[in-house]
Structures are given as structure tokens and as C-alpha cells.
């Protein structure tokens, strides 16, 4: 039997992302937007104790994933398309929704900023690069297909293309 699953956080990029250079300076700090909390030099979801200590003394600020969305500053598109896609919509849009939401426990930063759906195709926006990297490797893991990475000569740019033109 397996023990529990421990999940790190991991370091924040600031050498790649603008949006993380104005971090607060204060120790507490609280999206005005979103509600998650600047602490201990990381954004974390709130949770009762932060909460409570955030109502008396944190600042109040934007955190850089609500910045980027009001800016419109995706980091990463995942494009998904071919005939399976439009036979399984609701099912692809169950699991995106589940990889964001996962993702937000690690890291409340990385979130889809918006789903576009055009003809047969669905255009996803990341507010950063490894997001849609991942969602590309559960689409491709999940259902098979043809999976295609592309990066900015900068990285800081991710276009992840999914295909699968059979039907089941």
C-alpha cells in the first residue's frame, strides 16, 4: 500500500514572467480579485488561518494571474481540434476544468483564462506556459491523437496543438 501523495510547491520563474518582478514587499498580502494570499514569498489559496490573520493586517493587491486576464497576457494557447473533438466536447471541457483545478493547488497562479470555441476546434489561453504544456500531455494521455509543442525563441510563449480526426 502506497502512502500519501506529497505535492512540493514549486519555485516561481520570475526570470521569465514580468507579471511576478512587482511581488508585494509586504509579509501578507491578499488578491482583491481572486482571494488568494501573498505569504511567505508564495501565493497560496486561502485556507481559515490565513484567512482570519488576512482580515486584520494584509494588504490588499492584484495577484499577477488576475492582472494577466484584465491584460488579456496569455503565456500559453493549447489548440484543440478534428472530428473527435467536436463528438466529445463536453468531456474534454470536464477534463480541462479538472487539470485547472488541480493545478490551482499547487500553484494558484497557473489557471485557463478562456476557452473559445470555434467550428470544430476549442482555443484554451494559460496565464502560463507549463499549464498548457500539461494540458496538452492529459489530452494526448487521455485520448491518444497528434500532439504538437511550440515555443518562443524566449520561452515565454507555449502553443500546444492537439489533433484526433478519427472517430470512436
Excluded at 67 to 90: L, Y
Excluded at 130 to 148: D, P, S, T, W
Aim: one cysteine or more; a positive charge.
Amino acid at each position: 500500500m502506497k502512502g500519501p501523495r506529497i505535492i512540493q510547491k514549486k519555485a516561481i520563474d520570475t526570470a521569465h514572467d514580468s507579471y511576478l518582478l512587482g511581488l508585494p514587499p509586504e509579509e501578507l498580502a491578499v488578491c482583491k480579485v481572486c482571494g488568494v494570499v501573498w505569504h511567505s514569498k508564495h501565493w497560496s489559496l486561502p485556507n481559515e488561518t490565513l484567512t482570519a490573520a488576512s482580515n486584520d493586517k494584509a494588504a490588499q493587491t492584484t495577484c499577477p494571474a488576475c492582472r494577466k486576464t484584465a491584460d488579456r497576457f496569455p503565456q500559453g494557447f493549447v489548440t484543440i481540434q478534428g472530428a473527435f473533438t467536436v463528438e466529445h466536447k463536453d468531456e474534454i471541457l470536464n477534463l480541462l476544468r479538472n487539470k485547472e483545478s488541480r493545478a490551482l493547488h499547487i500553484n494558484p497562479l497557473e489557471r485557463i483564462m478562456e476557452i473559445k470555441e470555434s467550428g470544430g476546434s476549442m482555443e484554451v489561453t494559460t496565464t502560463t506556459d507549463k499549464l498548457a504544456q500539461r494540458i496538452g500531455r492529459m489530452l494526448h494521455k487521455a485520448y491518444g491523437g497528434e500532439i504538437e509543442y511550440k515555443w518562443s525563441s524566449d520561452n515565454k510563449l507555449a502553443r500546444v496543438y492537439w489533433t484526433r480526426n478519427d472517430s470512436p
